[in-house]
């Protein structure tokens, strides 16, 4: 039936702009994760006495 067809697109359409915030997110998550490690590794390197500064 019509209605159905209609469903199923506008299902299609909210599955694809999902995997676009997914994506978008998933980036957003790498570039935390790199602040958070460079902020570890710089705390780490300045508490040790003679750590290797960066």
């Known amino acids: ?3 159905f067809r209609l469903e199923v697109e506008s299902l299609e359409k ?3 702009k999902l995997k676009v915030e997914a994506e978008l ?3 957003q998550i790498s570039k935390l994760r790199e602040i958070i490690f ?3 590794t710089d705390r780490a390197s300045h508490s040790i006495p003679g750590g ?3």
């Open 52 to 54: 290797i500064g960066v």
């Open 14 to 16: 909210n599955i694809k």
């Open 25 to 27: 997110l998933e980036d």
């Open 38 to 40: 460079q902020s570890v």
């Open 1 to 3: 039936s019509q209605f």
